[in-house]
Structures are given as structure tokens and as C-alpha cells.
């Protein structure tokens, strides 16, 4: 069983353009994160989300946006794509708090042409 | 703010040489740290972690200990293999709700038979 996964693994698409990224985790975690990998192996925080709290990395544009339908699915929106938004995307789960660890998913690859 | 800082890659080594990968971080408080691996074309998994100062975490024959004193958490190996070939990440977490882990840069390891 794949404890976290995303769909699509790649996606491609036309700069304007809006899309969605899903990811399921069937671990029964609390909260859900996504992260951006650019082409130089970079990661970054873009989202950190629980039923209680949703928590933003400020550097992340207003174009983005998480949306969970419940505790097991969190998934990514972004509106108006942009060149720079290509990317890897990752989805990842944990149990609580700080300290514990997360599980990633396989990662979905966009491309904005 | 967080921030974690790992040598530049590449690093090639011939099988069964020593490992050394130095990561060093600035964090207020006392953070989790953790060390991913991402072998290519997946998402990451955790290698090991230690979630206080002087913990030292193991697996895979991989260790990692929490030095408070130089704020590092340098990943050790004693002999390497081909199949270690892949990107290793060191991160921290600041044990709060949010979670969210700070990555460094990456560092790539190629070993060679």
C-alpha cells in the first residue's frame, strides 16, 4: 500500500493555466505539508496543514493554495501559472507536531511552457 | 530564522571508502534534525533523526550526532556502497505544531565500484 500519494506525477502545462496537484495519505496522520524541489535539488516549506491550523511560508505566492476535503487529502491549486512555477512538487504527512517524522510522496513534476 | 547549511556536492567516493557530509544549522530553541535521502527519480525517506542534544541516530549503517555545542549533525558512513548513491538532506524541525522542516541545499554522493 503507498502510504502517500500524489496525482499526477507529471503535468504539463501552458503559463495562465490554472491547476490542481491531490495527494492522499492513508497513515492516518494529522497534518499535511507540501514542498516545492526546483531544478537545483532545493527544497522548500510551502504549506503546513491540520484540521486546526493551516500554516503558510510567507515567500509562498497568493496563487497557491491548499485545500483539504478531510483529514486524509490535501490537495494544491494554483491559479495563473506562472514559468517559475515549474518545478517538483511534493506532498508529505506526520503524525503531530515537531520531531516526528514525515513521509513524502513520490513527487509531481510540473512543467509550465 | 531556520536555516541549515550542508557541504556542496557532488561527492564521489570509490566502495567501501568513509563518508563524511557536514551540516551545520541556526535555529532558535532546540530543533529536531533529521537526515533525508532521495534516491533518484523519488520522493525523500527518512534516514535517521535525533530530537535532542548529544542523541545520536543510526540506521543503514548511517549515524548522525546532535552537537548542540557546534550546531552540527554531520552524516558519517564507515563503508560505502553503490546502492547509497543518491541526494542526502539534512533538516530541522523547530518542534512546534506547525512542523514545518527546513532543508539544506543537498548534497549529492556518488560512489563508484
Known amino acids: 500500500d503507498t502510504a502517500v500519494s500524489q496525482t499526477p506525477k507529471y503535468l504539463v502545462t501552458q503559463m495562465g493555466n490554472d491547476k490542481s496537484i491531490k495527494c492522499e495519505q492513508n497513515?492516518?496522520?494529522?497534518?499535511m505539508y507540501w514542498y516545492k524541489q526546483d531544478s537545483k535539488k532545493f527544497l522548500k516549506i510551502m504549506f503546513s496543514?491540520?484540521?486546526?491550523?493551516?500554516?503558510i511560508n510567507e515567500t509562498v505566492p497568493n496563487r497557491f493554495s491548499p485545500k483539504s476535503p478531510d483529514k486524509a487529502h490535501l490537495n494544491l491549486h494554483i491559479n495563473s501559472l506562472e514559468l517559475g512555477d515549474s518545478a517538483v512538487y511534493f506532498c508529505?504527512?506526520?503524525?503531530?507536531?515537531?520531531?516526528?517524522?514525515?513521509?513524502f510522496g513520490p513527487g509531481t513534476r510540473l512543467t509550465v511552457t | 530564522g531556520n536555516s541549515v547549511t550542508q557541504m556542496e556536492g557532488p561527492v564521489t567516493l570509490s566502495e567501501e571508502a568513509f563518508l563524511t557530509i557536514n551540516c551545520t544549522y541556526t535555529?532558535?530553541?532546540?530543533?529536531?534534525l533529521f537526515w533525508y535521502v532521495q534516491y533518484p527519480g523519488e520522493g525523500l525517506q527518512l534516514l535517521l533523526k535525533?530530537?535532542?542534544?548529544?542523541d545520536k541516530g543510526s540506521n543503514k549503517g548511517f549515524e548522525a550526532t546532535y552537537r548542540k555545542e557546534t550546531t552540527s549533525f554531520h552524516l558519517e558512513k564507515g563503508s560505502v556502497q553503490v546502492s547509497d548513491s543518491a541526494v542526502y538532506f539534512c533538516?530541522?524541525?523547530?518542534?512546534?505544531?506547525?512542523?514545518?522542516?527546513?532543508f539544506g541545499g543537498g548534497t549529492r554522493l556518488m560512489v563508484k565500484p
Open positions: 496543514y491540520n484540521n486546526k491550523e493551516l500554516i
Open positions: 535525533a530530537t535532542k542534544a548529544d
Open positions: 508529505a504527512s506526520s503524525q503531530g507536531g515537531g520531531g516526528y517524522e514525515q513521509y
Open positions: 535555529a532558535t530553541g532546540y530543533p529536531s
Open positions: 497513515l492516518g496522520h494529522d497534518t
Open positions: 533538516a530541522l524541525s523547530p518542534n512546534n505544531a506547525g512542523n514545518m522542516l527546513t
